[in-house]
């Protein structure tokens, strides 16, 4: 058996295989599959007054794995941990290293962009001490938001209903939906015209675009505007006035962030966040390729950084000049600069070599993976590349004191739109041709048409799940790693949902960013919460006490809590009076909602006390094959359909699939329908019904 130098211990065990691939002999790697010591999800677990002092606990499916750790390590001459190059991986290390009983100054902590063979060699070489100020950004980050869940949560439950749920971040993003609705709600749409002349010049049609009145930006307001125009003009010369030209250049994207990515799959692919999500993690951490077996094919995918190293440049700016040639090239390298609030920890996400094209892993790849790694790579390779160059032409006509105008350009050089083309939403512009026949100033030109067209004022568009990303970054809200499932919580807890691709609050969800309003405008807002990411931000890179920054909000927080609790508003749907009468005292029965779910309670509560699960409509599905009574379609506590007899509980029988009231003639099993299929229940029994 061979011996085991070191011990390498990382999250995932899906980059086991693609990270082995770059590790000498004697190396095993040992996942922890994620957290293995977290705060309970049963309690609290923050002493407030012992300083905000979090109890962490072993997580518990994971006591076998650790007790697995802990041999192995002991067994090793070294334990190096590669959790992943983030803060919450930091503190996965962190706890890893504390179960292990390791000095804080021991350096076991290694870590790598990216699963390469340079990367991990590179990190092999220089293993350091854990980064405390990393892990306390992490601790201070998940006291704040389980102070926020756990104790803002059950005021809602209170006052609004219950299984409601709050969050730091979390009621923030769905504000911005709520408010975004609010103003479509109470947009008064305006009236106004856009007019088009067609002017013709030899054989060719130029489409203009009405621009201004005696020298001055002219929309006309309504029909009467219009047809005075239409009077004046009809008729009469249109003269080219001016032309301008100019040559312009359109620089290629910066590569992917998480939230770049996110919004260009959604909009281009079609792919949705969970799928983004889920598939960018598969290419990180490694995938089945043909002839490589499982190798990893992009960077980290959760960064907010356009930042790349200089050998990936060097490497890209080759594969260029190799496959289109040098005019390509930048005049010197592009180099793009992070947001200032930007943690950037990491590179931006690009492929880890440009020697694996798309279409080399096109056939082993599935759909998704595929798509978002093309898209990556093309992303990537475009933002090396020079720039796109236009020729453009601006021509002014006047006709009666009305200036009309159209735009012409042409592409001169493609440069990095040969590869990349930037996801445009609005419709083509008023007045933007493409290539414009050869004109002169003073020249007069034949109109053949005037087409005006009825316009209205339109409200700001809702969110989709991209813009949303897209609006939580620029307003730094929440971190590349939570966009994801901060939008993903408010469609399952059913704050938001649907209408195509748009999200919509529900009824519930304004209900709970209006009480949010009331009582917790203070620190449910976009500006605090931007505010609180910076002190996170403050507590990683310049090592400020994280108790501090968690006590400073938590005072203030407290306050309102205290207010909101004590207050008598309370938002809860009033109780539905029905029909049903108490068969205790003859009251009628009420629904009202617990935590259950709505149940019947009566009406002269407190003096009866009597409560009653509702009756559903029960579904009529077959016959019970053992009495021939009705059988009935029920759902478990699991909401699994299951069906069972109407006789019970005299007859007790049950079946997951629906009945036909008959037994088999070979083992009188029940014979059962499955799709168009009937035969016997019995495994063992091949009897079936033509």
């Keep these: 058996m061979e011996e085991i130098l070191k011990l390498v211990v990382i999250e995932s065990p899906f980059k086991r295989e693609a990270l082995k691939k770059y590790l000498g002999n004697g190396y095993e790697v040992f996942a922890t599959k994620g957290h293995i010591r977290d705060l309970p999800t049963k309690s609290f677990a923050i002493d407030i007054k012992n300083n905000f002092q979090p109890k962490y606990e072993i997580v518990p499916d994971k006591k076998g794995l650790i007790d697995d750790l802990k041999k192995k390590a002991s067994e090793a001459d070294e334990v190096l941990i590669a959790t992943d190059p983030d803060r919450e991986g930091e503190a996965i290390s962190w706890h890893v290293a504390n179960i292990l009983g390791f000095d804080t100054d021991k350096k076991c902590r290694i870590e790598f962009n990216e699963i390469s063979k340079k990367a991990v060699t590179n990190a092999l070489e220089k293993p350091r001490a854990i980064d405390l100020n990393l892990v306390d950004a992490q601790q201070a980050r998940r006291v704040l938001d389980r102070i926020v869940g756990y104790k803002l949560s059950p005021v809602l439950c209170k006052k609004i209903a219950p299984k409601l749920s709050a969050g730091r971040v979390q009621s923030v993003a769905l504000k911005l939906v709520v408010d975004r609705e609010r103003e479509i709600e109470s947009f008064v749409p305006e009236e106004y015209w856009t007019v088009s002349a067609i002017l013709q010049k030899n054989q060719n049609l130029i489409k203009t675009s009405l621009a201004s009145y005696n020298g001055k930006k002219f929309v006309p307001k309504n029909k009467e505007e219009v047809d005075t125009l239409i009077e004046n003009v009809k008729g009469k010369d249109f003269v080219v006035e001016n032309i301008k030209k100019s040559k312009t250049k359109s620089h290629a994207p910066a590569p992917f962030t998480t939230s770049t990515m996110q919004q260009d799959a959604l909009n281009k692919l079609g792919m949705s966040l969970a799928r983004t999500t889920s598939s960018a993690q598969q290419l990180y951490e490694g995938v089945e390729v043909k002839g490589e077996g499982k190798i990893a094919l992009i960077t980290y995918i959760r960064t907010d950084s356009v930042r790349v190293s200089q050998d990936a440049q060097n490497a890209c700016l080759k594969f260029i000049e190799n496959k289109f040639g040098k005019e390509f090239l930048p005049s010197k390298p592009n180099v793009y600069h992070t947001k200032e609030n930007a943690q950037d920890a990491h590179e931006a996400i690009r492929p880890i070599t440009m020697d694996i094209t798309p279409d080399m892993v096109k056939e082993t790849l599935s759909s998704d993976n595929y798509k978002l790694y093309k898209l990556i790579y093309e992303r990537f390779l475009a933002s090396q590349m020079a720039d796109a160059e236009y020729s453009n032409v601006a021509v002014n006509f006047v006709c009666q004191g009305y200036g009309f105008k159209v735009n012409g350009k042409t592409m001169e050089f493609p440069g990095f739109t040969s590869v990349y083309k930037e996801f445009v939403e609005e419709d083509k512009k008023e007045g933007f041709e493409g290539k414009l026949p050869k004109l002169e100033e003073g020249e007069i030109l034949l109109c053949k048409e005037i087409k005006p067209e009825q316009k209205f004022t339109k409200p700001p568009a809702r969110y989709t799940e991209a813009t949303l990303v897209k609006a939580m970054e620029e307003k730094g809200i929440g971190r590349p790693a939570t966009y994801a499932a901060t939008i993903t919580i408010l469609s399952t807890r059913k704050y938001t949902q649907k209408e195509g691709k748009f999200l919509v609050p529900t009824e519930l969800g304004k209900k709970i960013t209006t009480y949010l309003e009331k009582f917790f405008s203070g620190v449910i807002n976009v500006k605090f919460t931007a505010h609180m990411e910076q002190r996170l931000d403050d507590i990683a890179s310049k090592g400020e006490d994280w108790h501090s920054v968690v006590s400073s909000f938590y005072n203030g927080?407290?306050?309102?809590?205290?207010?909101?609790?004590?207050?008598?508003?309370?938002?809860?749907?009033?109780?539905?009076?029905?029909?049903?009468?108490?068969?205790?005292?003859?009251?009628?029965?009420?629904?009202?909602?617990?935590?259950?779910?709505?149940?019947?309670?009566?009406?002269?509560?407190?003096?009866?006390?009597?409560?009653?699960?509702?009756?559903?409509?029960?579904?009529?599905?077959?016959?019970?094959?053992?009495?021939?009574?009705?059988?009935?379609?029920?759902?478990?506590k699991k909401g699994k359909i299951f069906y069972s007899c109407s006789g019970y509980p005299d007859c007790k029988f049950m079946s997951w699939d629906i009945t036909t009231g008959k037994k088999c003639p070979k083992c009188n099993s029940p014979i059962i329908v499955k799709g168009k299929i009937t035969k016997c229940s019995n495994r063992d029994c091949d009897y079936k019904e033509v």
């Design 557 to 636: 927080f407290a306050a309102l809590l205290e207010k909101a609790d004590s207050s008598a508003l309370t938002m809860k749907e009033p109780p539905q009076e029905t029909d049903i009468i108490c068969e205790k005292c003859g009251h009628k029965m009420l629904i009202r909602e617990g935590k259950f779910g709505k149940f019947l309670a009566c009406s002269n509560f407190p003096k009866c006390r009597n409560t009653k699960p509702i009756e559903q409509e029960v579904k009529k599905v077959g016959i019970c094959p053992e009495c021939g009574k009705e059988l009935l379609e029920r759902k478990s």
